[in-house]
């Protein structure tokens, strides 16, 4: 496959739309709340049993890894990641979550149905439920484990980008939607898949991320949709930056940072309940003492104390002028106004993630605003990220799903409203899965074959090695790109009728078809790395730009 100079704005390019995709987010939108609202209980409590089965199982030995867990960290963004797997998600789309919520996404695909054994085969609902006690353990006789961060291991890793490096994989995600994208506009059969990346608000400040802003911008990559669980709290504590310095909220520092580097940015900041309040009359300064008025740090530690009388103190020294309207709220409504965050609304969720798939070619950032252990004892507290719920407090949540110890995991009927949408979600993703593999299968073989035509890949370069005791990796890459550059673009220059150098051997034409898969992700070291001859015109990428290099008449003697 060889690179075009690039991809113009609306041209066609070879995408699948067939049915077995399962396109039906608009029906998927007509979702009734009542019965989200159920499945996400039951996947809540049945994280949190997850977690505290796997750090009290009976066949640890002296020597066994920490199993850990973070049922606060789950907690915090339950309604985002179900609104993703139940709602917003094309069965071709890929996810990736922050390493600490993995559990929140095994409890859903447990629902769903959607773990599977290495052949291809699915679970029945009783090896589902028995995997759901294997969080961190070790595989006996074959049976399948989950591991603590999203692995390929877990049964239900089917489009999942692992998640062990923080900051990692919402970058991997922008590269691998600019390889969809170019497969498609090379003639190759492939979905079109979106790209949901949750992490955490301080995995937000990962110098990786960082890096990869402007080019996702810059590539106009509007399937890249990254999520920020801002619960405004860290490993360590809650986080307390300097609002002064920072010239506002952390949130507001994210979303400068991504508008300057061509982002679109969604702040969900607000439920439902707070909304109206705001419609009324002083909503505005209200409005302005939540976003603005109130530090993070004072509204968590707020929240984490719960008290209205503090709640009302601070609102009123924030801005004396809704006092009126803070007044005539109940204590009870008061502690559902500070506790009414948009990351816990899921209509308003549904909304944001739906308007960030809209855009076609922005990227695009979701600030969700959460608490950090929301539905637990440990909610809001500073050093909630490692707590873990006692088996008191396990076994209350299990009754109020009508769930025990003897049988935790147990799905919903498949005759109630919860089960009849879970098994045609889980059938959708199904199908889908299983026309992936075929597509796959597909491709695989036509490169298969391709390389057959020439005999197979040699089992040598034939690089010279006579430098390799003094050589270094950047040497010796140097080396194998110059000659598969040199052997990728010899049948290109002889049909410019230019000078291909040398008459390749028979050895290295059989490198022919492994040369034209070889691309790059750093075309910036293409001089350093012997990899310029091949980048020349070749950069993938959308048309911005007149070739003014070209328009000048001008050359540079590298090129």
């Not at 973070?70 to 990736?96: F, K």
């Not at 028995?130 to 049964?155: I, N």
């Not at 992700?521 to 070749?538: H, L, Q, R, Y």
Request: proline share 5%; charged share 25%.
């Amino acid at each position: 496959m060889r690179a075009q100079s690039g991809w113009i704005r609306g041209a066609p390019v070879t995408t699948v739309s067939d049915p077995r995709w399962g396109q039906n987010s608009d029906n998927r939108m007509k979702y009734d709340p009542d019965t989200i609202e159920q499945i996400i209980r039951r996947a809540f409590v049945q994280m949190n049993a997850m977690i505290y089965l796997a750090n009290h199982r009976d066949n640890t030995t002296p020597g066994d890894p920490k199993v850990g867990g973070h049922p606060a960290s789950c907690a915090s963004c339950m309604e985002l990641m179900a609104v993703v797997h139940l709602i917003a998600r094309e069965p071709q789309d890929y996810v990736c979550c922050k390493p600490h919520a993995s559990p929140t996404d095994h409890a859903l695909h447990h629902l769903m149905g959607l773990n599977r054994h290495p052949d291809g085969s699915w679970f029945n609902d009783a090896e589902s439920e028995a995997v759901m006690h294997r969080l961190r353990d070790f595989s006996h006789d074959g049976k399948a484990v989950f591991q603590s961060y999203h692995a390929e291991a877990d049964p239900d890793h089917f489009h999942f980008l692992p998640s062990g490096s923080v900051g990692i994989p919402p970058v991997v995600a922008a590269y691998l939607s600019l390889a969809h994208r170019y497969a498609q506009s090379h003639g190759w059969e492939a979905p079109d898949p979106h790209f949901w990346c949750m992490m955490g608000d301080s995995e937000f400040r990962e110098g990786s991320l960082m890096e990869v802003l402007p080019e996702v911008a810059e590539r106009e990559l509007g399937n890249v949709t990254w999520l920020v669980d801002y619960n405004r709290q860290n490993l360590d504590g809650t986080r307390i930056p300097n609002k002064r310095g920072l010239r506002g909220t952390d949130a507001d520092r994210i979303e400068r940072t991504c508008e300057a580097n061509g982002w679109e940015v969604i702040q969900v900041r607000h439920g439902k309940f707070r909304e109206n309040l705001f419609a009324k009359t002083g909503g505005g300064d209200l409005r302005w003492v939540f976003e603005d008025g109130i530090s993070d740090y004072h509204y968590q530690m707020l929240i984490w104390k719960n008290d209205p009388a503090e709640m009302r103190q601070a609102c009123i020294a924030a801005r004396k002028k809704v006092q009126k309207r803070i007044d005539g709220l109940s204590d009870d409504d008061l502690v559902r106004l500070f506790h009414d965050v948009g990351g816990h609304d899921i209509a308003v969720l549904v909304e944001a993630l739906r308007a960030a798939r809209a855009k076609t070619d922005v990227p695009c950032i979701v600030v969700v605003h959460t608490i950090k252990g929301r539905g637990l004892e440990c909610s809001a507290a500073a050093g909630n990220h490692s707590a873990l719920p006692d088996k008191d407090e396990i076994g209350r949540l299990l009754e109020t799903e009508g769930l025990d110890w003897d049988r935790p995991f147990a799905r919903f009927d498949p005759d109630s409203a919860a089960g009849r949408m879970l098994t045609e979600r889980g059938d959708e993703m199904r199908a889908a899965i299983s026309h992936h593999e075929e597509m796959k299968a597909d491709n695989l073989a036509r490169v298969t074959q391709q390389l057959a035509d020439v005999g197979g890949v040699p089992e040598s370069l034939n690089i010279n090695l006579k430098l390799v005791p003094i050589a270094h990796t950047q040497w010796m890459w140097g080396q194998i790109a110059a000659k598969l550059v040199r052997i990728g673009v010899h049948d290109e220059l002889m049909e410019a009728g230019k000078d291909a150098g040398k008459t390749l051997s028979d050895t290295e034409s059989r490198w022919g078809p492994v040369a034209d898969l070889i691309l790059t992700m750093a075309p910036d070291v293409g001089t350093s790395t012997n990899i310029n001859p091949a980048m020349d015109e070749k950069v993938y990428g959308p048309d911005s730009e007149t070739n003014w290099e070209k328009k000048l008449d001008l050359r540079e003697r590298l090129r």
